[in-house]
């Protein structure tokens, strides 16, 4: 899950609170237990999904018209349901406005096809950018819109919180600490999944890259980078407009769902 938890601290503020950002919240002396308690509702009708369950289900790939029931927790990590060439739009339909996503399977398989395996499952429906740092980042992909996941690290199926399990994925070249301009380095508008303790504990959460953000995340690249917006920045813009220094955003803007459909391969 940045423990997907956390997203971090921008570089303007302190560097090394900006290198623990996209590690879980649980990993440093942040919290974000309260967080939906202490953010202003906007306008939008909170969105109204399935409560949340902790009785997991073995993860069977979902028909490509997506599934009839909401599931967020699994006994494991997906196998392979996508193709390894095949090349995928995901829209992302927040409450102000879509952001379509392109994410190619042949740059990061596990990545791609655990995204694509949950959002047809709709696990992201309903779910809150939780923690949106200007300048850095726009975090989501949590069901309990903490940051937590709900893990509990203790045996059980809520050991690692939702969505049940952990995966590796994979990361962009070392050598972009020194030679951000390299492909694979991270640019603005790039897609790439919290972890709390590098790319083998990757989860359900993700983060878009801000203007800005790059920088940072160029001088630790510990995280799986699987997309890039082709539609829909000035949306992922406004969202980082309303967060804060602390990760704690001004405004609830929520994921209404994730729809993704196959370009190519």
């Known amino acids: 899950m940045i423990l997907a938890l956390v997203i971090v601290g921008i570089?303007?503020?302190?560097?090394?609170?900006a290198n623990k950002a996209a590690n879980k919240p649980t990993t440093t002396t942040t919290?974000?237990?309260?967080?939906?308690?202490?953010?202003?509702?906007?306008?939008?009708?909170?969105?109204?999904?399935?409560?949340?369950?902790?009785?997991?289900?073995a993860p069977t790939c979902p028909p490509a018209t997506g599934s009839t029931k909401r599931v967020v927790l699994f006994t494991a990590a997906p196998s392979s349901c996508i193709s390894a060439t095949s090349v995928w739009d995901a829209t992302f339909k927040t409450s102000l406005g879509d952001?379509?996503?392109?994410m190619p399977a042949a740059a990061s398989f596990a990545a791609v096809n655990n995204f694509v395996?949950?959002?047809?499952?709709?696990?992201?429906?309903?779910t809150l950018f939780h923690r949106v740092i200007p300048g850095f980042v726009v975090q989501g992909g949590d069901?309990?819109?903490?940051?937590?996941?709900?893990?509990?690290?203790?045996?059980?199926?809520?050991?690692?919180?939702?969505?049940g399990y952990e995966f590796t994925g994979n990361t962009?070249?070392?050598?972009?600490?020194?030679?951000?301009?390299?492909?694979?380095?991270?640019q603005p508008g790039d897609l790439a999944l919290a972890n709390s303790s590098g790319p083998s504990t990757d989860e359900s959460q993700f983060f878009f890259v801000l203007p800005g953000g790059q920088t940072t995340l160029n001088t630790e690249p510990n995280y799986t980078n699987f997309g890039h917006v082709v539609s829909g920045m000035n949306v992922v813009e406004k969202i980082g407009a309303d967060g804060s220094?602390?990760?704690?955003?001004?405004?609830k803007v929520y994921l209404l769902s994730v729809s993704m459909k196959q370009v190519s391969g």
């Not at 309260?34 to 509702?41: A, D, G, L, Q």
């Not at 962009?172 to 991270?186: E, H, I, Q, R, V």
């Not at 220094?245 to 405004?251: D, K, L, R």
């Open 11 to 17: 570089v303007l503020l302190v560097n090394s609170s």
């Open 143 to 163: 069901p309990t819109g903490t940051g937590t996941g709900g893990a509990t690290g203790q045996a059980g199926p809520m050991k690692y919180g939702y969505p």
């Open 172 to 186: 962009p070249p070392a050598a972009c600490k020194k030679t951000p301009s390299l492909s694979g380095c991270y």
């Open 31 to 57: 919290t974000t237990a309260t967080t939906s308690t202490t953010i202003t509702s906007t306008t939008f009708a909170t969105p109204t999904t399935q409560p949340l369950t902790t009785a997991a289900v």
């Open 117 to 126: 395996f949950l959002a047809r499952y709709d696990f992201y429906n309903g």
């Open 99 to 102: 952001i379509v996503v392109q």
């Open 245 to 251: 220094s602390s990760g704690t955003p001004a405004v």
